[in-house]
């Protein structure tokens, strides 16, 4: 039987980063598995999306909204969103990630991880609420 022990969580603050963030929580319930959220600030040279200066803060109230029964740690990384993903996953050992944002498509043609990348959808139902 398939059985998830370690996901990681790629966050970025964005609707669909705390959507990704309610899939793997969801998921970890079911499977009892621990969770890494990993969150990613661009390298200086490039142009900030808005919301990344306060990233250290949202990674620290997305931990702290994950229940008590679920183990949890979080990774602060600098560089580019699809290689350190990438790069936190291989060095964690990990068996699922969880992502939602442009990096998605990179990050599952460049593992054999299994991924799963989520979206906010245009229409019908808030999969979120």
């Given at each position: 039987?398939?059985?998830?022990?370690?996901?990681?969580?790629?966050?970025?603050?964005?609707?669909?980063?705390?959507?990704?963030?309610?899939?793997?929580?969801?998921?970890?319930?079911?499977?009892?598995?621990?969770?890494?959220?990993?969150?990613?600030?661009?390298?200086?040279?490039?142009?900030?999306?808005?919301?990344?200066?306060?990233?250290?803060?949202?990674?620290?109230?997305?931990?702290?909204?994950v229940?008590d029964?679920?183990?949890?740690?979080?990774?602060?990384?600098?560089?580019?969103?699809?290689?350190e993903?990438?790069?936190a996953?291989?060095?964690?050992?990990?068996?699922?990630?969880?992502?939602?944002?442009?990096?998605?498509?990179?990050?599952?043609?460049?593992t054999?991880?299994?991924?799963?990348?989520?979206?906010?959808?245009?229409?019908?139902?808030?999969?979120?609420?």
């Amino acid at each position: 039987m398939l059985r998830y022990r370690h996901i990681l969580i790629a966050f970025d603050g964005s609707p669909e980063g705390e959507l990704a963030l309610a899939h793997a929580v969801a998921m970890a319930h079911s499977f009892r598995a621990r969770l890494t959220i990993v969150a990613v600030r661009p390298r200086p040279k490039w142009p900030a999306r808005p919301g990344q200066e306060d990233l250290e803060e949202r990674l620290r109230a997305a931990a702290d909204g994950v229940p008590d029964d679920l183990g949890v740690t979080t990774q602060l990384l600098d560089g580019d969103v699809a290689d350190e993903v990438l790069r936190a996953a291989r060095d964690g050992e990990h068996d699922l990630i969880v992502i939602g944002g442009a990096a998605a498509g990179r990050v599952a043609q460049d593992t054999e991880i299994p991924v799963i990348a989520v979206h906010r959808p245009n229409e019908g139902p808030d999969l979120a609420a």
